[in-house]
């Protein structure tokens, strides 16, 4: 059975940090990603990784403030978030899939709140 266990989440001021981890078990994963989803809107992609790690995709309002990085030998991928904002307060989801593309998933986690104050 598969499942993405996300966690990492909390309350954090603006400008402040925040490690959001997703474990993975039942299965290895050539794509994982996170997106997000805001009170009042459609989820939305935030990063992406292939397997080797390097290859990477980003939305335009993280890039330079956030990095996406995985282990593959724990099965798991991190997302690092800095210079945090208001407006990434969302819920974060974990995705994965056996594919390489970035942007479709057959796998979610449950999600993990972050919450940015201003």
């Known amino acids: 059975q598969v499942q993405l266990v996300e966690s990492g989440g909390g309350l954090v001021q603006a400008g402040g940090s925040l490690r959001l981890s997703c474990a993975a078990s039942?299965?290895?994963?050539?794509?994982m990603g996170w997106f997000r989803q805001a009170p009042g809107k459609e989820r939305e992609f935030v990063a992406a990784?292939?397997?080797?790690?390097?290859?990477?995709r980003y939305a335009d309002s993280v890039k330079g403030r956030f990095t996406i990085s995985r282990d593959n030998a724990k099965n798991t991928v991190y997302l690092q978030m800095s210079s945090l904002k208001p407006e990434d307060t969302a819920v974060y989801y974990c995705?994965?899939?056996?594919?390489?593309?970035?942007?479709?998933?057959?796998?979610w986690g449950q999600g993990t709140q972050v919450t940015v104050s201003s």
């Open positions: 990784s292939l397997w080797d790690g390097v290859t990477t």
């Open positions: 039942g299965r290895t994963f050539y794509t």
């Open positions: 995705a994965a899939d056996p594919r390489p593309r970035f942007f479709e998933y057959d796998y």
